[in-house]
């Protein structure tokens, strides 16, 4: 009886954080599901679509008017680059600290476990929320770096002379280059902004939720291009 008492307690705490962690991953996809269709009807809705136009814009300014814009391009692309890398090295930090707390897992599991869950199911579940955080800031680091690596090949193309674009060096091509940086750029932000609900997850099933809705209600008013 006692057993499988403990079953029961063990099976209901799993389903809880398993139907929270799905509900929350339905309420992301439903979202950029909205934004992707709400893209398609009407193109300037989002501040990305927005953003990548105007890094277009740039590209074509910058190359129409090389030898007066040339340090303005290498400035910009400077400042990309220094703030991708602090976010990168952020992103490691972040990484080194939750494995170091990662050797108390049971006692940070038995701090935060809810009432009448077992000490096992906290272990267990301690442990796929810390590896889930831990891939959350992986995603980061890995998207910042690949920012770099675009704005650096930027910085190259930029300031080829006229003559190259005959070759393929087109300002369309090098702004492909540069709105490639910027999406990666944008996606290791959102690493960041999720890792928000991993958190709040550590203090319950329902606090994921909750903390995903709210996220994704600030990530709205984020998202919208302002208007005119």
């Keep these: 009886?006692?057993?499988?008492?403990?079953?029961?307690?063990?099976?209901?705490?799993?389903?809880?954080?398993?139907?929270?962690?799905?509900?929350?991953?339905l309420l992301v996809f439903l979202y950029y599901l909205y934004l992707h269709r709400r893209t398609r009807y009407q193109p300037d809705f989002t501040l990305h679509a927005l953003n990548a136009r105007v890094r277009f814009r740039w590209v074509e300014m910058v190359m129409a008017n090389n030898s007066k814009m040339d340090i303005l391009a290498v400035q910009t692309l400077r400042n990309s680059v220094m703030a991708s890398n602090f976010m990168a090295s952020t992103a490691v930090l972040v990484i080194i600290g939750i494995l170091t707390l990662s050797e108390n897992t049971q006692e940070l599991a038995i701090a935060w476990k809810p009432v009448l869950q077992t000490e096992n199911t906290?272990?267990?579940?301690?442990?796929?929320?810390?590896?889930?955080?831990?891939l959350d800031f992986f995603i980061a680091?890995?998207?910042?770096?690949?920012?770099?690596?675009?704005?650096?090949?930027?910085?190259?193309?930029?300031?080829?002379?006229?003559d190259t674009i005959m070759h393929g060096f087109s300002p369309k091509q090098i702004g492909a280059y540069l709105n490639r940086a910027g999406t990666y750029?944008?996606?290791?932000?959102?690493?960041?902004?999720?890792?928000?609900?991993?958190?709040?997850?550590?203090?319950?099933p329902w606090s994921l939720v909750l903390s995903t809705i709210l996220l994704i209600a600030s990530l709205?008013?984020?998202?919208?291009?302002?208007?005119?």
Excluded at 8 to 23: G, H, N, P, S
């Design 185 to 204: 750029y944008t996606l290791g932000m959102r690493a960041f902004f999720f890792c928000l609900p991993l958190v709040f997850w550590f203090f319950g």
């Design 220 to 228: 709205y008013s984020l998202d919208r291009a302002p208007a005119c």
């Design 1 to 25: 009886m006692i057993e499988r008492f403990y079953n029961y307690l063990v099976e209901r705490f799993l389903l809880q954080d398993l139907i929270a962690f799905a509900v929350s991953s």
């Design 141 to 162: 680091f890995y998207c910042f770096s690949m920012a770099i690596r675009f704005f650096n090949h930027v910085g190259y193309m930029i300031n080829l002379p006229a």
């Design 122 to 134: 906290s272990n267990v579940l301690c442990l796929v929320k810390q590896s889930l955080l831990i």
